[in-house]
């Protein structure tokens, strides 16, 4: 898999030994990575940060003083932040249960401690590479949604019409309106969305909503 650009993963253990050896292990794969002590200290530094413009995941211990790694999972869950940021449970044998739970509900995969440093680097590409998809057809979505705002009440009368695969004579009809009235409105439509067809408007319309 090729690695994914611009990406970070952040780590979540109290464990300092663990947080060195995954931050070791990251750099030599020339990965970027941050390490915090607590959950109440990743979640302070989300909440002073920007949204999550660049690929990411998590490496989350289960267990931790305080906000143990579930707590934080559920709060992350709650503001809708696994998709773009994919969560992977760092867990001790014990913990091999819930881990499986969690995944269940959304979490990426587990990793049990020890875990194998290929296995857990090829999960961290996979995870990262579904956070670049995600951001990816969150910033789609978007620009949808830009170039929808720009469109005149009248070319959403013509969208809404041509996307039923209505014809020009039929739409005119409808609207009642000319024609030639109707093509000039589809072609600024076509322009403003940046599609060549009907069907490619359908389809853009589909897929962003």
Known sequence: MEPVSNATVYIVDDDAEVREALAWLLR???VPSEAYDSAESFELMLSERLPQRQPCCLLLDVRMPGMSGLALF???IERGEVAAMPV??????ADVPTAVATVKRGAFDFCEKPFSDNQLVNRIEA???QSAACLEASKA???VKDRLGELTDRERDVMRLVVEGLPNKLIADQLDISVRTVEVHRARLFDKMQVKSAVELANLLRDNA
Do not use: E, P
């Not at 992977?88 to 044998?93: E, K, N, S, V």
């Open 74 to 76: 559920d709060r992350m």
């Open 141 to 143: 979505k978007h620009q």
């Open 28 to 30: 030599s794969r020339r």
């Open 88 to 93: 992977i449970f760092l867990t001790g044998h």
């Open 127 to 129: 995870a990262l590479a």
